[in-house]
């Protein structure tokens, strides 16, 4: 996921921190130490079968005899007291195993109750957390046709990774996941990407929350509504884990923020903690925002404690590509403790700049490497180390920019040259 302006040959997928702050490190890992400590030591822990270690050291370091009577003398007791301390030493035995079985009963039932969360934090590093693909199905605006395009999008050799909103203005969330469980090969191994918009992006009355609600509460509400879309919770019956499936949503981004100023409001700040709380919970491996300026993740990267971990923002060309936003992140500033800078995603990156397609620079360097313009756009795109976000209809125009990522991620680059004349040409003012 390093941003940088040459791609390494033999880069493959944007890799993803797990760690973000320095405090959110500590405090995680203080927490990972508690559960685990609160697992051996607390009350049903194991560390309660030292009852009967207890019992069983007592027994054995009592004097030795044919048969422990109750004193020392076993030769002389009489057949009655061996009797009884028969029994005793039976009735010991199963008091014993029932103490050993309520032990090991109250232990599973703390490890399942009191860290199941650490349990899903541990698993954020396993199979369960495919990584974030360079080219990515948008699916705003698609409206009736979401279902059948996402359905196609996911065919084999196709798209891997899909990214949504709960934002019914432009998005059909529902239909997403309803497409994604219909093909039960995609289940687990779709990239799932989906958004929390703010109640200003909203039609009135279409909100996944109540408008009256706290900003965590509407956070908390649209998240597990988006769970339920996307088929990674129970049907919406409540707005928490209860009905969780268990797998993460891949990424979790603010879609704009509620007032756009610098620094960021109370309101967007209360919206962010809501997003690392999902995070640190285990519910989401990657959460960001889209729609935002350099300043805004500044401010974060700063005083949050879980710095963002992806970036999506209209790509405009006059720009140079939103570079100021790109060089931000791959700051020190913004990287996490494991040096990784958070993803630049970039949108509309062929709708927003259609003039630079047509610009005599970029007709012949795509001529030289057999590709449409649009395809060289997105093969550039890759090389300087932005994931894309594509929507379109066309399945030849699919497998034109599918095979433009994959040149560059088998090495055949772009020559510096070339990406110089596209940087070049993109504040060409002639154009």
Same mark, same amino acid.
């Given at each position: ?18 760690? =973000? @702050? #320095? %405090? /959110? *490190? &500590? =405090? @995680? #890992? %203080? /927490? *990972? &130490? =508690?559960?685990?400590? /609160?697992? &051996? =030591? ?390």
């Amino acid at each position: 996921m390093l941003v940088s302006s040459v791609l390494i040959k033999g880069t493959t997928t944007p890799s993803v921190p797990l760690a =973000s @702050s #320095s %405090s /959110s *490190s &500590s =405090s @995680s #890992s %203080s /927490s *990972s &130490s =508690s559960k685990k400590n /609160s697992r &051996s =030591s607390g009350a049903g822990g194991v560390e309660n079968f030292s009852i009967v270690n207890m019992m069983l050291r007592q027994k054995h370091h009592r004097p030795k005899s044919a048969l422990y009577l109750g004193n020392h003398n076993a030769s002389r007791s009489s057949p009655a007291r061996i009797a009884v301390a028969c029994v005793r030493f039976i009735a010991t035995g199963l008091a014993c195993s029932a103490l050993i079985g309520l032990c090991a009963v109250a232990h599973r039932h703390h490890v399942t109750s009191a860290s199941k969360t650490k349990w899903l934090v541990d698993r954020r590093t396993t199979v369960l957390k495919p990584n974030m693909p360079w080219l990515i199905y948008g699916t705003a605006w698609k409206q009736a046709e979401t279902y059948s395009l996402v359905r196609r999008a996911l065919q084999p050799g196709k798209f891997q990774g899909i990214d949504t909103a709960n934002q019914r203005k432009h998005y059909r969330e529902d239909a997403v996941g309803r497409a994604v469980q219909s093909l039960p090969a995609t289940k687990t191994a779709v990239y799932l990407q989906s958004k929390y918009t703010p109640m200003n992006g909203h039609a009135r009355g279409t909100e996944p929350y109540d408008e009256t609600a706290s900003a965590e509460e509407r956070v908390k509400a649209s998240f597990w509504s988006t769970m339920a879309h996307l088929g990674l919770a129970e049907e919406e019956q409540g707005n928490d884990a209860s009905n969780w499936r268990g797998r993460p949503l891949d990424a979790y981004l603010i879609h704009g923020l509620t007032e756009w100023k610098v620094p960021l409001s109370d309101e967007d700040w209360r919206i962010y903690r809501a997003m690392e709380d999902l995070y640190q919970s285990g519910y989401v491996l990657r959460i960001g925002l889209s729609n935002v300026l350099p300043q805004h993740v500044l401010e974060l990267c700063e005083k949050a404690v879980v710095k963002p971990h992806v970036v999506q923002n209209r790509c405009y060309a006059t720009t140079r590509f939103d570079e100021e936003m790109r060089n931000m992140l791959a700051s020190d500033v913004c990287k996490h403790d494991d040096g990784t800078a958070p993803t630049y995603q970039a949108f509309s990156l062929l709708t927003a700049n259609s003039r630079i397609l047509k610009h005599e620079t970029m007709q012949p360097i795509a001529a030289r490497r057999g590709e449409t313009p649009a395809a060289t756009l997105i093969a550039f795109a890759r090389q300087l180390g932005m994931v894309t976000l594509t929507g379109s209809r066309d399945e030849a125009h699919w497998n034109a920019d599918l095979r433009a990522v994959q040149r560059i991620d088998d090495g055949d680059l772009l020559s510096d040259d070339d990406v110089q004349a596209i940087l070049t040409a993109a504040t060409d003012e002639r154009v």
